[in-house]
């Protein structure tokens, strides 16, 4: 699989079918988020025990996709678990720090908009990336 | 750290890639490691010792104090 090279440029067949199945999880889990968000809207009336269930699916999807990144993880080599837990670092500090700050924007009135969590989950997915690929691309 | 690990494989006229499939790691580590761009566990070095047959003092040396 070619986008498995681009980031672990993997010797191991078995990472390579992991980050596979991560991918898999990943795509049920933005589905069923979006099945659970435009759902009542688009699909269904706001039926409380479809929304409940769209719901746990959506969280059971997203368990399994945690699950499948920690094999994953487990499976990569000393380096790349660095590269991983260092851009999880960076990304994890920086959603904390800038999340706050961001909320305290919003609680001192600083910004006319209320805070939103999308843009703080948007904020630590690129800050993940970009650590990943600056690293991928320096020790390549 | 310094290594040997490029002249030993390139002895052998293994790829980085060969080297990486016989250690189990990926390219980029054998590349990071042969730059001096990332020291390896000890678990690795010893992998690496037992494949080259050699002491891991041999393959690898320590330049702070040059032994």
Same mark, same amino acid.
């Given at each position: 699989?070619?986008?498995?090279?681009?980031?672990?440029?993997?010797?191991?067949?078995?990472?390579?079918?992991?980050?596979?199945?991560?991918?898999?999880?990943?795509?049920?889990?933005?589905?069923?988020?979006?099945?659970?968000?435009?759902?009542?809207?688009?699909?269904?009336?706001?039926?409380?025990?479809?929304?409940?269930?769209?719901?746990?699916?959506?969280?059971?999807?997203?368990?399994?996709?945690?699950?499948?990144?920690?094999?994953?993880?487990?499976?990569?080599?000393?380096?790349? &678990? &660095?590269? &991983?837990?260092?851009?999880?670092?960076?990304? +994890?500090?920086?959603?904390?720090?800038?999340?706050?700050?961001?909320?305290?924007?919003?609680?001192?009135?600083?910004?006319? &908009?209320?805070?939103?969590?999308?843009?703080?989950?948007?904020?630590?997915?690129?800050?993940? +990336?970009?650590?990943?690929?600056?690293?991928?691309?320096?020790?390549? | 750290?310094?290594?040997?690990?490029?002249?030993?494989?390139?002895?052998?006229?293994?790829?980085?890639?060969?080297?990486?499939?016989?250690?189990?790691?990926?390219?980029?580590?054998?590349?990071?490691?042969?730059?001096?761009?990332?020291?390896?566990?000890?678990?690795?070095?010893?992998?690496?010792?037992?494949?080259?047959?050699?002491?891991?003092?041999?393959?690898?040396?320590?330049?702070?104090?040059?032994?």
């Amino acid at each position: 699989m070619k986008t498995a090279h681009i980031i672990s440029d993997s010797c191991n067949p078995e990472t390579d079918q992991l980050t596979k199945y991560l991918a898999f999880w990943t795509l049920g889990w933005v589905v069923s988020m979006a099945i659970a968000s435009f759902g009542p809207t688009y699909l269904w009336e706001s039926a409380t025990w479809i929304n409940l269930t769209a719901i746990v699916v959506n969280f059971a999807l997203g368990v399994g996709m945690i699950m499948s990144n920690i094999r994953l993880f487990k499976a990569q080599d000393e380096l790349m &678990q &660095q590269i &991983q837990l260092k851009a999880m670092g960076i990304a +994890l500090g920086l959603g904390v720090v800038g999340g706050l700050s961001y909320s305290l924007l919003d609680i001192t009135n600083v910004i006319e &908009q209320d805070a939103e969590i999308a843009f703080l989950v948007m904020g630590v997915s690129i800050t993940y +990336l970009v650590s990943l690929v600056t690293d991928n691309i320096r020790y390549r | 750290m310094k290594n040997r690990l490029k002249v030993l494989r390139a002895e052998r006229d293994w790829t980085q890639a060969d080297l990486a499939k016989a250690l189990k790691v990926s390219r980029q580590t054998v590349n990071a490691i042969e730059t001096g761009k990332y020291d390896p566990s000890l678990p690795l070095a010893f992998k690496i010792s037992d494949l080259f047959g050699k002491q891991i003092e041999e393959i690898f040396e320590n330049e702070q104090n040059g032994s």
